[in-house]
């Protein structure tokens, strides 16, 4: 009796702890144990955003975003032991046969897929469970092709995980690369367009988990939980047009392989509005393969290459005097060879002559230092700096780029020099950028109304509102500036070198120096041409920057480029040629 009643007794302990027990886990503990199983076959995954489309102004591609593919692992899945695959019975064809695949066959042909050894893909997972016994995830590549994620999804291997990433594509290669930039391998703008406007194309990523089973990794259906959800970045609409992008490209390339030069810029902008169809930069950068390209060429020279403008600042100085009241284009002066100031500054012309009489309209024909000094003079340094400010000129444009320069005036005009007080008339002592230049000439051609530089139209489906100009010279200053401009185009010592028949162009050359940053000019010459057509009704503007043309170092070099951008532009749409020949206007007296 009493081992009976001892046994009862120990059945109801055992009993006890069992109740215990299963209260502690079904009860006490349930949600924490629930989570703690949860966890060991839960999947976080990230959800990517994708990365809003460049279009150009007709709504052609510049970048997009297609899908790639990370191939992962698990670590300690692949070393549980062989993995079972259903292959085709040798004895029977018609029947399958269960077979062992151990790692180092499995690692083999992995690897064969993205590109490595057996030997490396184990390394990989012995790598990673060296660190963490329990390592349950591990990249085998990154950013894959969809051939060779379906390669990897053959294979059937349970351990190996392929998740979707989008990735950066440029489908029109170097077409408009400088100004478009790149991101890195990770999907982060770095550079140009990319980088400026990254508000506007960069996606949102969301976050989903859901349920595998452990010994394959494989999801449970129905688990899935989106925790938060994903949203794509929105479509960048530029003002470039991208058939005329790769034209100036191809042009700009072209001369400089012919001249030796070491760089060129070319704009083109529309002269009513200040939007920028073309801004090519040679050389060029592939975005889809920027390291393939030197690191000093990757950006738009265009926006962060300053430089002495020289003689095509000219017509602004110009602009300037006949909106001040005084000068005209029939104005007289003699110009000699050397011109010494009162306050001692010291000014000569390129070369040789002697004393001319010459009226404005001649002194830009001459393209005489001498000569615009006499009628710079005319104003105040404060009067000058103002309308330099006015045409957009010591401070950054309103496209805002990236490491976009904002030129220099040599500081405050209450600081010039004597020389930097001459200088500045004719183009030496400050620096600006093409586009800059190319938005002065705008501003001439577009009856005195500078228009904002535009380079994008838009971010989704949310155009930018139409900018309002400011005027900076007078109608008929502007008029009488681009009647002399013409006058060079036909009479200056260019004139055969950019012809365009048909219709009335308004153009000047300069040759200047490049700052180095340091205070001192970098090796050879900067030389440009700069000018706008119809002249008798402007449509566009094109600004030509040759760096350094060693075969043909002066203007020479840029004006056979101005002449082929322009007259494509001209003809790609169809511009009404013009009437009535341009304005007879004396050079000398």
């Known amino acids: 009796m009493r081992r009976i009643l001892l046994a009862g007794v120990i059945l109801v302990a055992l009993v006890g702890v069992f109740v215990v027990r299963l209260v502690d886990i079904q009860v006490v503990r349930a949600a924490e144990l629930s989570a703690e199983a949860e966890g060991r076959r839960s999947t976080n995954v990230k959800v990517y955003g994708s990365r809003g489309d460049i279009v150009d102004a007709n709504g052609i591609v510049l970048a997009d975003t297609v899908m790639r593919y990370d191939i992962a692992l698990s670590p300690k899945n692949a070393s549980a032991g062989p993995i079972i695959r259903e292959e085709p019975d040798p004895a029977d064809p018609d029947t399958t046969t269960r077979v062992k695949v151990p790692l180092e066959q499995s690692a083999a042909e992995l690897g064969a897929v993205v590109g490595l050894t057996g030997e490396q893909v184990q390394a990989i997972i012995t790598d990673a469970l060296a660190g963490d016994p329990d390592s349950d995830?591990?990249?085998?590549?990154?950013?894959?092709?969809?051939?060779?994620?379906?390669?990897?999804?053959?294979?059937?291997?349970?351990?190996?995980?392929?998740?979707?990433?989008?990735?950066r594509r440029y489908p029109n290669g170097a077409v408009a690369g400088n100004l478009l930039g790149f991101?890195?391998?990770?999907?982060?703008?770095?550079?140009?367009?990319?980088?400026?406007?990254?508000?506007?194309?960069?996606?949102?990523?969301?976050?989903?988990?859901?349920?595998?089973?452990?010994?394959?990794?494989?999801?449970?259906?129905?688990?899935?939980?989106?925790?938060?959800?994903?949203?794509?970045?929105?479509?960048?609409?530029?003002?470039?047009?991208?058939?005329?992008?790769?034209?100036?490209?191809?042009?700009?390339?072209?001369?400089?392989?012919?001249?030796?030069?070491?760089?060129?810029?070319?704009?083109?902008?529309?002269?009513?509005?200040?939007?920028?169809?073309a801004v090519a930069d040679v050389p060029t950068v592939d975005p889809n393969d920027p390291s393939s390209t030197a690191e000093d060429d990757r950006g738009s020279r265009s926006f962060t290459a300053p430089f002495e403008p020289g003689s095509t600042f000219k017509a602004l100085t110009a602009a300037s005097v006949i909106d001040a009241g005084k000068a005209d284009p029939l104005s007289q002066i003699v110009a000699p060879y050397r011109y010494k100031p009162a306050n001692?500054?010291?000014?000569?012309?390129?070369?040789?002559?002697?004393?001319?009489?010459?009226?404005?309209?001649?002194?830009?024909?001459?393209?005489?230092?001498?000569?615009?000094?006499?009628?710079?003079?005319?104003?105040?340094?404060?009067?000058?700096?103002?309308?330099?400010?006015?045409?957009?000129?010591?401070?950054?444009?309103?496209?805002?780029?990236?490491?976009?320069?904002?030129?220099?005036?040599?500081?405050?005009?209450?600081?010039?020099?004597?020389?930097?007080?001459?200088?500045?008339?004719?183009?030496?002592?400050?620096?600006?950028?093409?586009?800059?230049?190319?938005?002065?000439?705008?501003?001439?051609?577009?009856?005195?109304?500078?228009?904002?530089?535009?380079?994008?139209?838009?971010c989704g489906d949310d155009p930018q509102a139409e900018p309002a100009g400011s005027r900076v010279v007078s109608e008929q200053a502007a008029d009488q500036t681009?009647?002399?401009?013409?006058r060079v185009y036909l009479e200056g010592w260019l004139a055969d070198k950019w012809e365009i028949p048909g219709y009335r162009v308004a153009a000047k050359t300069g040759t200047a120096q490049v700052p180095?940053?340091?205070?001192?000019?970098?090796?050879?010459?900067?030389?440009?041409?700069?000018?706008?057509?119809?002249?008798?009704?402007?449509?566009?503007?094109?600004?030509?920057?040759?760096?350094?043309?060693?075969?043909?170092?002066?203007?020479?070099?840029?004006?056979?480029?101005?002449?082929?951008?322009?007259?494509?532009?001209?003809?790609?749409?169809?511009?009404?040629?013009?009437?009535?020949?341009?304005?007879e206007l004396p050079a000398t007296w």
């Open 344 to 458: 001692g500054a010291d000014v000569n012309d390129s070369s040789f002559h002697e004393d001319e009489q010459l009226t404005l309209t001649g002194v830009l024909i001459e393209s005489s230092n001498t000569g615009m000094s006499k009628f710079g003079e005319l104003m105040t340094d404060r009067e000058r700096y103002d309308d330099m400010q006015k045409f957009g000129l010591g401070q950054e444009t309103e496209v805002g780029f990236p490491a976009e320069a904002s030129g220099d005036l040599h500081g405050d005009p209450d600081e010039w020099d004597n020389q930097t007080k001459y200088a500045t008339m004719f183009g030496q002592g400050l620096t600006t950028t093409a586009v800059q230049i190319a938005s002065a000439y705008q501003t001439i051609a577009n009856g005195g109304v500078r228009m904002p530089v535009r380079l994008v139209d838009g």
């Open 516 to 583: 180095d940053g340091n205070g001192h000019y970098l090796h050879g010459y900067l030389v440009s041409v700069s000018g706008f057509a119809p002249a008798d009704d402007p449509q566009f503007v094109v600004s030509v920057s040759i760096m350094n043309p060693v075969k043909m170092n002066s203007s020479a070099a840029s004006a056979p480029v101005f002449q082929q951008v322009m007259s494509q532009v001209l003809k790609k749409y169809r511009t009404v040629p013009s009437g009535a020949p341009a304005p």
């Open 482 to 486: 681009s009647q002399m401009l013409e």
């Open 183 to 277: 991101v890195d391998p990770d999907g982060n703008a770095v550079a140009g367009l990319e980088y400026a406007e990254d508000e506007c194309l960069a996606g949102e990523d969301g976050e989903l988990s859901y349920l595998h089973s452990l010994q394959d990794w494989v999801q449970i259906p129905g688990t899935q939980v989106i925790h938060k959800q994903a949203h794509d970045g929105g479509t960048l609409k530029l003002t470039i047009d991208s058939d005329l992008q790769w034209m100036v490209q191809r042009i700009a390339e072209a001369q400089v392989q012919a001249v030796g030069a070491d760089w060129a810029t070319v704009t083109v902008m529309e002269a009513k509005t200040g939007r920028l169809l």
């Open 137 to 167: 995830f591990a990249f085998v590549a990154k950013l894959v092709d969809t051939e060779t994620y379906e390669q990897v999804k053959a294979l059937d291997i349970p351990w190996v995980v392929p998740w979707e990433h989008p990735s």
